[in-house]
């Protein structure tokens, strides 16, 4: 009898500390640990020093802000770097609290996590050597593709029509920057990826003009900040802060400063103006998976 009573128990405390929304968590802790990446073009990426910038990352702070406003008190931010094979499990755990990084909201992702809704809408495309000749995925035949672990890129490019026939070989960067370092060191011929995290990588390595993103847009995808699954509290503020800001026109503001304007930590420029699909999304606020986004008609 002890023993169910104590099993009852247990199972009513596991109960509580998985219904526990962030808030609470943050609350009771008074910090909250933001997931950031490394190289995730204007959206989050590492300027050194334990000091992270990008888009996603200034629209989490600006939820954070709002978290502070209604618990009415000043909390701790840590900042952890994750990579795209951790982010998930990082936030499902409880290391991280959101992740603010470059995640693309699709299907098989929401049955585990929730999502913002969408701030950015990505174009899959390939990095090349400027020299190279390459200039279509159809000549990829017998080359090297880089993808990041994690990512669904090499499936995106393996599924789409133009790339049937096509024999290539893949290899994985552990995260963007190794993924780039494998094309930059001629180790891939290819890479494969956000059409903004290219242009951030092209645009803070050595020498800018050796590379070039060519190539169809293999998919359209819808990236979000990511938080833990259902918890609706965070949500329904994190949304809130996000049509303040586009309601504000801050918005467009934010992401001309990170997308068009020169970025630190060297002042270089993406020059990437934002798309009809990324303007739609600010003005139609929806939380729909890439699934959506490509349906055809």
Not at 114 to 119: E, W
Request: aromatic share 6%; charged share 25%.
């Amino acid at each position: 009898m002890k023993k169910n009573l104590l099993s009852l128990a247990l199972f009513a405390c596991l109960g509580s500390a998985f219904a526990q929304s962030t808030l609470d968590k943050v609350n009771a802790s008074g910090s909250i640990t933001l997931g950031v990446r490394e190289s995730s073009g204007a959206l989050s990426y590492s300027m050194g020093d334990g000091r992270y910038a990008g888009m996603h990352v200034e629209i989490c702070q600006k939820i954070v802000a709002e978290i502070e406003k209604k618990l009415s008190k000043k909390i701790e931010v840590k900042l952890l770097q994750v990579t795209a094979p951790t982010r998930i499990t990082l936030l499902q755990n409880g290391t991280i609290d959101i992740e603010c990084g470059n995640t693309t909201n699709n299907a098989t992702r929401q049955k585990d996590v929730s999502f913002l809704n969408t701030t950015y809408v990505e174009e899959i495309r390939m990095a090349v050597k400027a020299n190279s000749g390459l200039t279509s995925i159809g000549q990829l035949n017998g080359k090297v593709v880089v993808a990041t672990a994690g990512s669904t890129t090499v499936q995106t490019l393996r599924r789409n029509e133009k790339a049937l026939g096509i024999d290539f070989k893949e290899v994985f960067g552990k995260d963007n920057s190794d993924s780039f370092l494998l094309l930059e060191s001629d180790r891939a011929q290819a890479f494969v990826y956000d059409s903004s995290v290219l242009a951030g990588n092209i645009a803070l390595s050595k020498n800018p003009a050796d590379f070039k993103i060519v190539g169809e847009v293999l998919n359209t995808e819808p990236i979000a900040i990511m938080i833990r699954k259902d918890d609706v509290v965070l949500k329904a503020l994190g949304n809130e802060v996000i049509a303040g800001l586009v309601k504000s026109g801050e918005m467009s503001k934010l992401y001309d400063k990170w997308f068009v304007q020169p970025i630190p930590p060297k002042n270089t420029r993406l020059n990437l103006p934002a798309s009809d699909s990324t303007k739609a999304a600010w003005q139609t606020p929806n939380d729909k998976p890439m699934e959506d986004y490509n349906k055809k008609p």
